[in-house]
C-alpha cells in the first residue's frame, strides 16, 4: 500500500545521498529556519530559544513532518529500519532537533 503524502509542499527535496541522516538533518535545518514553519518559531519560543545564533550553533533543526514528502519510498522504508519513521509519520514530528556527533565529529543520531 503506498504511504499517504501530505499536501505541504516541502522546502526542499532531500538527496539521494549515500548518508540519510546527513540529508535529514539538513532538510530538518532549512525547515527551523522558513518563515513558512510556524510551528518551529513557537517550538524554540518555548524553549526559551529567541536567538538564531542559539540554533545555529548547535546545529538545531525542526522536524515539521514535511521530510516524508521529500524523499522517495527507498528512503521511507531506511527510515524506518532507523527507527525515525512509523505508520506514515516522522518520529520526532513537532520536535526541536538536536544533532549528536561522535569524537570526529560525524553525525552519528538525532534527538528530539
Known sequence: MPRQRSTAAPSQPI????????DLLSFYQRE????EVIDAQQAL???????AEVDEHFALGYC????????????YQILCSMGLAY??????????IIPVHD???????ICG
Do not use: C, W, Y
Open 32 to 35: 527551523i529556519r522558513d518563515p
Open 103 to 109: 569524537h570526529h565529529g560525524n553525525l552519528v543520531d
Open 15 to 22: 538527496a539521494n545521498s549515500t548518508n540519510l541522516l546527513d
Open 64 to 75: 515539521s513532518g514535511r521530510a516524508l514528502n521529500a524523499m522517495s519510498e527507498e528512503q
Open 45 to 51: 519560543s518555548k524553549l526559551s530559544i529567541s536567538n
Open 87 to 96: 505508520k506514515q509519520q516522522e518520529r520526532f514530528h513537532g520536535s526541536i
